[in-house]
């Protein structure tokens, strides 16, 4: 576990890198004390590491990568979520993109999932809109996930998709018009995970925007 001192700079994204490999985190450390506006103030080990360095430290983004040992990248992540109160989200960086791997890392909350092969400029881009309060996540994962839901669509008949009692609930206060900082504060629950909750829903719906999945929704008599 490393702690680093604070650096000077008018409100940088402050980020916690979580990798076992020293190599691999120190070529990322590397990469993002070249790019201004960002500001590494940890390293972690291990999910555990991670997870006690995000809750002392309050960085904006967790970098996480998913097999790490004593707490895998999920679970950290879960962990953070929960102890974190929405003030910080976790960025997956990964090798890893089997779709259980996927559904565990967007299951625990995860606001983006993007692949260590991706550009240099596509994981920075990654970094500030996850911090911006965008959710991310590389082509290919969003491709798994899309032809994950239409196979499940294509066995069930082409029925309506099913949506969880949670998600039907965010999907409602979407219709209401409420922001997702509104609904994590309605519904006690961070405000990544209600965007976890919508990126689902926007899966199951083929749908890429709120309002589209809205009036899918009403025509499939799902609100």
Not at 63 to 82: C, F, K, N, S, W
Not at 128 to 154: C, D, F, H, N, Y
Not at 196 to 208: R, Y
């Amino acid at each position: 576990m490393t702690v680093r001192a604070a650096g000077d700079g008018a409100e940088p994204i402050r980020i916690v890198v979580a990798d076992d490999h020293p190599i691999v985190r120190s070529g990322i450390v590397a990469l993002l004390e070249s790019e201004p506006g960002i500001e590494v103030v940890g390293e972690a080990a291990d999910g555990a590491e991670a997870a006690a360095l995000a809750a002392e430290l309050r960085p904006d983004l967790v970098l996480m990568d998913l097999r790490m040992p004593v707490l895998d990248g999920a679970a950290a992540t879960e962990r953070i979520l929960a102890e974190a109160g929405g003030g910080t989200r976790v960025l997956v960086l990964t090798t890893y993109e089997t779709d259980d791997h996927i559904l565990a890392a967007i299951e625990a909350g995860a606001s983006g999932y993007l692949l260590k092969a991706a550009p240099q400029e596509e994981i920075l881009a990654g970094i500030r809109s996850v911090a911006a309060g965008e959710t991310v996540l590389a082509p290919s994962i969003a491709a798994k996930l899309v032809t994950r839901v239409r196979q499940g669509a294509a066995a069930a008949g082409r029925a309506a998709p099913s949506l969880s009692p949670r998600e039907l609930e965010v999907l409602r206060h979407v219709a209401d018009g409420r922001s997702n900082p509104e609904i994590a504060r309605l519904l006690h629950i961070g405000e990544a995970t209600v965007k976890t909750h919508l990126i689902n829903v926007f899966a199951k719906l083929e749908v890429s925007d709120r309002t589209r999945a809205v009036t899918r929704a009403m025509e499939l008599g799902l609100l």
